[in-house]
């Protein structure tokens, strides 16, 4: 029996720890679970190589997608300090030239009028829409952050099932190369106990036409294995993209389902959501503002003047205007603004319910690809023992070499089986990661 493997040890403790527990079942402690051999199946790693985290930085460098939201985030600072503005004085120098049918005789009839000056207009009350222009612009800055944060956790999935996917064909390969060993091996034993006429001629053209649809299988594999490549090379723009390194440990426990779904409203769509919520509530105040007066003040300094006013250095003048009928376009600007806030609201309480959803689903279908992972490592466990005992049966001639043939072919089938669902295994934990909002 072979010795157990970290990540069979890693998934059965994984499992035992409360993903099958529901079933009723007992499941089988890790001593029992008889491993895959990894030199066989495929499933070694060289030492040296790009890990998920190197591809995940890479990806992040290259996203158009995520620089896109950066840049979303850089236009909020912007539109804060746009906002900021309103609530600030604004100072201008100002040169004007007055041309008039003047005779020039006297101060009032000049036919050329200078005037230079410093303009100062202060708002003073504008029914606090400044203040909340402001907030509204702070919460759409943390409303884009969360945006681009998800965008980022989002990609961090891209990147996994990529990344796995072309582990995945690279351990086919090399499990389709090894049943290919194999099977040549026993043509050329079969070779040899033709000639002793202890074979059929049929026996060694039945192991012939396994062995050349194993070849066919390669050759597809290989162009799998291509296309994943293609499409990891594309995400993070290395090319050529050189060797992968799985370095990430395996789980070794899978707390309950309520401790993931507790992370449900920390996950940046939902906090995304929250602010969009909060920059509607501070709009409504912004539209409210229209049935308040407003109070300016404005003042000016004269450095040039010419005619009755020569001798005027400045004025200030207090401006109150009191809204009174606008043909209703205070009351629907407010309306709307309420209506979109509420809309806003159900967005939110909606993105939080699905974070929940999804939480629940990845939760499912993680335990899912545990269970039958282990239960695959079982049935390769068998089916190789299977095997050897048919070789031997065969050498005794207690068996045909169908039967031989058969076994390899079911040794085969399992190991594949096995690669799949180990990196199943792994994509489906990034997914629970990603949909309770943690990522590298």
């Known amino acids: 029996m072979n010795h157990p493997s970290r990540l069979c040890l890693g998934l059965a403790s994984l499992l035992c720890a409360g993903a099958a527990a529901p079933t009723g079942e007992t499941e089988p402690s890790a001593q029992q679970i008889i491993p895959i051999r990894h030199h066989e199946a495929g499933l070694a790693v060289s030492a040296e190589g790009l890990t998920l985290a190197d591809c995940y930085r890479l990806a992040l460098a290259q996203s158009e997608a995520v620089a ?84 980022e956790h989002l990609l961090l999935i891209d990147v996994a099932n990529a990344f796995h996917l072309l582990l995945q064909q690279q351990g086919d390969i090399r499990a389709l190369d090894a049943t290919r060993k194999a099977l040549e091996d026993r043509l050329g034993e079969l070779h040899r106990r033709e000639e002793l006429g202890r074979s059929r001629q049929s026996e060694v053209a039945s192991a012939e036409a396994r062995l050349r649809r194993v070849e066919a299988d390669l050759e597809s594999a290989r162009s799998s294995e291509m296309t994943a490549r293609q499409l990891m090379e594309f995400l993070t723009g290395q090319s050529p993209l050189g060797l992968l390194n799985d370095d990430q440990p395996d789980p070794l426990a899978l707390p309950a389902e309520g401790e993931y779904l507790a992370k449900a409203h920390a996950r940046p769509d939902v906090k995304s959501a929250e602010e969009a919520w909060n920059v509607a509530r501070k709009a409504v105040w912004v539209a409210q503002a229209g049935f308040w007066p407003t109070v300016s003040l404005d003042a000016n300094y004269y450095t040039k003047r010419a005619g009755v006013s020569e001798d005027i250095t400045w004025d200030a003048t207090l401006d109150v205007s009191i809204p009174i009928f606008h043909g209703g376009n205070n009351l629907g600007a407010t309306k709307t603004a309420r209506s979109e806030a509420r809309q806003a609201k159900l967005t939110f309480e909606l993105t939080k319910r699905q974070a929940e959803l999804e939480i629940r689903s990845a939760y499912a279908t993680l335990q899912g690809s545990i269970a039958r992972y282990l239960a695959l490592v079982r049935a390769l466990d068998a089916a190789e023992e299977n095997y050897r005992l048919q070789v031997e049966d065969y050498g005794r001639n207690l068996v045909n070499n169908l039967d031989v043939l058969q076994a390899l072919q079911d040794v085969q089938d399992a190991r594949r089986d096995v690669i799949a669902a180990q990196h199943t295994a792994k994509r489906d934990h990034w997914k629970l990661r990603v949909a309770t909002g943690e990522t590298l």
């Open 68 to 151: 896109i939201r950066n840049e979303m985030l850089n236009a909020t600072e912007g539109q804060f300090l746009q906002a900021l503005s309103t609530a600030l004085p604004s100072v201008d120098y100002q040169i004007a030239e007055k041309r008039q049918d003047g005779s020039g005789a006297s101060a009032f009839s000049l036919k050329r009028i200078p005037e230079q000056k410093f303009a100062l207009s202060q708002p003073l009350f504008s029914g606090f829409k400044e203040f909340a222009a402001m907030a509204g612009s702070r919460a759409q800055r943390r409303q884009r952050a969360h945006e681009t944060a998800r965008a």
